[in-house]
């Protein structure tokens, strides 16, 4: 009877141990935690390119973030990209003339939505849309642009400064 | 001519076996429900399949983790990209090394003693016993075994999987000199619940318990009686989980993980 009971204790243990992991696995390592749970309020943003931003990548302000892009969409009266910004309710004063940028973390690393606080005294709420919006750096068009403006000057004897195509 | 004819033998051998291993899953199957309402038998062979395995998981998971945290790092760091060794670790545990090697642990400690374990009441006439009590030994013996055995190998993986990823922080954030926050955060922004942890740790090693557990308790069930045929089941049992293991890993990766349309 006794060993029975030690057996049952010990096969308790591993499976408490084995649901333990998998909390474990699903808390700390996917880091779920941070998606539903926090409060937030959404805001929009328009850009003309949104490069390789993706949803839940970071909205950071001076460096420190501050929420998670909530959904990425395209406006189909004006074709432009409509990103959704869901900022934590705690950083609930932005001023409405906060102005979004889509940076890049590193050379090679990934994008996120920088927010810059303007001056203004009215705050943002839940819904309204960012008016300044600067689109992401596209590589392979600031090449294009540079390759252009260097055979312009190449071509051009009279050395005139390269119009911006 | 003689060789055309053994090669025709051993093809139909191995058809016939492929057979029987079917039929006796089959016969496993339809008897569950008189397995499940016995749960002491459940718990018994729980014991012997996954608390007798913990050490052999709990090490070698600690020492995988930590020969991936030691090998990432000096591949990352060229890049200056150290602060995804998080990622790396836990990837690559959560998809791939963790269910795979957990089965394939499960199959050396546990499947081969389940191998053993019913030949040898095979050879001692245990099995005939019971059908000479009207005990059916697929219920009695195979069901509990297996039902055990499946129950224990995601509990395995996930053990492995969470024990290698903290070997992972040991040997970067420990001894390397990792951010300690980096290591967590870069994990958390990358490892998804439902793609990662449900598809790579859950939904693989269920697959990967079902058929260790099969092909263990078959090769025993069929096994031949004496003592060199127990020798060659057990070898067997072994060998032929490793071997579906690993190939359905690349079938499993290939739909959950995609790449291969």
């Not at chain 2, 199957?29 to 499940?36: I, K, N, T, Y």
């Not at chain 2, 608390?51 to 000096?74: D, E």
């Not at chain 2, 059908?131 to 190998?153: C, H, S, T």
Request: charge should be neutral; charged fraction near 15%.
């Amino acid at each position: 009877m006794s060993t029975s009971r030690i057996v049952e204790t010990l096969v308790g243990l591993f499976v408490a141990l084995g649901i333990v992991a998998l909390f474990f696995l699903s808390l700390q390592v996917s880091g779920i935690s941070q998606l539903g749970g926090e409060r937030s309020y959404r805001i929009y943003a328009r850009f003309e390119n949104v490069g390789g931003l993706k949803v839940r990548s970071p909205v950071s302000m001076a460096g420190v973030r501050i929420g998670r892009v909530g959904a990425i969409s395209i406006d189909p009266q004006t074709f432009q990209a409509l990103v959704e910004l869901r900022i934590d309710s705690q950083f609930a004063d932005l001023p409405v003339d906060t102005s979004a940028k889509i940076l890049t973390s590193g050379l090679l690393g990934e994008q996120y939505v920088g927010l810059e606080a303007g001056g203004a005294d009215a705050v943002l709420k839940d819904g309204s849309t960012l008016k300044l919006t600067q689109s992401a750096l596209v590589l392979e068009n600031i090449i294009g642009q540079f390759l252009f403006s260097k055979a312009a000057e190449g071509s051009g004897s009279n050395a005139a400064p390269a119009a911006k195509p | 001519m003689n060789a055309l004819a053994s090669l025709g033998r051993r093809t139909l051998d191995i058809l016939a076996r492929m057979g029987r291993a079917t039929f006796c899953l089959l016969q496993i199957l339809s008897g569950l429900h008189s397995v499940l309402i016995r749960p002491r038998l459940i718990v018994a062979q729980m014991y012997s399949v996954g608390v007798l395995s913990l050490p052999i998981i709990l090490v070698s998971g600690l020492f995988v983790g930590m020969v991936l945290g030691l090998q990432g790092y000096t591949t990352l760091v060229d890049f200056g990209a150290a602060e995804s060794l998080g990622t790396v670790v836990a990837l690559s545990l959560v998809r791939e090394l963790g269910p795979v090697v957990a089965a394939l642990l499960y199959a050396g400690r546990a499947g081969s003693a389940l191998t053993a374990e019913i030949g040898l009441m095979k050879a001692t006439e245990q099995l005939a016993g019971m059908e000479m009590m009207a005990v059916d030994p697929v219920r009695r013996v195979l069901g509990p075994r297996f039902v055990a055995g499946v129950f224990a190998v995601p509990l395995l993986a996930a053990i492995f999987t969470a024990v290698g990823i903290l070997g992972g922080y040991l040997v970067g954030v420990g001894l390397l000199g990792v951010d300690d926050g980096a290591y967590w955060s870069q994990m958390q922004a990358k490892v998804q619940w439902g793609k990662d942890i449900l598809n790579g740790v859950v939904l693989k090693s269920v697959i990967f318990g079902v058929v260790a557990n099969w092909i263990a308790v078959f090769e025993g069930y069929d096994a031949v009686p004496t003592s060199a045929g127990i020798g060659r089941a057990t070898t067997r049992s072994v060998v032929n989980t490793s071997l579906a293991v690993l190939g359905l890993d690349f079938i499993l990766t290939a739909l959950l993980f995609g790449g291969i349309r």
